[in-house]
């Protein structure tokens, strides 16, 4: 394996398992606008996600009605 490759993965053990650094070097990064904005992005989905499945829970009994369709 090429040492890169070996240095971003860490170092395995016996047992199998990976040792790494990663997620402590990825808690000292900055947070910034663009995370600002993928979180919002996100539970904007979040929100209107409910509220389809609010409205198409609230509209069932309607549509399994045959005068309706």
Do not use: C, E, Y
């Amino acid at each position: 394996m090429h040492a890169r490759i070996r240095s971003v993965m860490g170092q395995v053990t016996r047992a199998g398992t990976v040792k790494t650094d990663i997620p402590a070097r990825m808690d000292r990064l900055p947070w910034g606008r663009w995370h600002w904005l993928v979180v919002f992005s996100l539970g904007m989905t979040w929100a209107f996600n409910g509220l389809g499945i609010a409205v198409a829970a609230a509209i069932n009994s309607d549509l399994t009605q045959s005068q309706t369709l």
